[in-house]
């Protein structure tokens, strides 16, 4: 009788821990997968940072490149304005000195 038990107990036995050595690998496997997404994230976004403060200092050095030049074209006008002989060529340099501005401003 002993030996009728004893078998099915130890197929029992041995079915239940190749269950646990099963799931014990498939959850180590997800994690170290897991872990190699987390790290993919992370490296992708630290690129997207970098990338994100170039192109803000990019965009503020075209700004102030852009406002530098606004403002020798301002200069430039105020001489020609300043410099003009009569008010007719006042007027006449400040409308250029606009239009080389802004095309807004060339009607």
Same mark, same amino acid.
């Given at each position: 009788m002993a030996e009728i038990i004893r078998k099915p107990l130890a197929w029992l036995i041995g079915a239940v821990l190749i269950a646990t050595a099963l799931l014990w690998l498939s959850n180590l496997m997800s994690t170290a997968r897991r872990t190699e997404l987390t790290a993919r994230v992370e490296s992708n976004r630290g690129d997207a !940072?970098?990338?994100s403060g170039a192109d803000a200092a990019n965009t503020i050095g075209n700004r102030s490149a852009a406002e530098h030049s606004i403002d020798k074209e301002v200069t430039h006008a105020q001489d020609r304005i300043r410099? $003009?002989?009569d008010? /007719? $060529?006042?007027? /006449? !340099?400040?409308r250029s000195g606009l239009c080389g501005i802004s095309a807004d401003y060339c009607h």
């Open positions: !940072a970098v990338r410099t $003009a002989p008010t /007719g $060529a006042a007027d /006449g !340099a400040a």
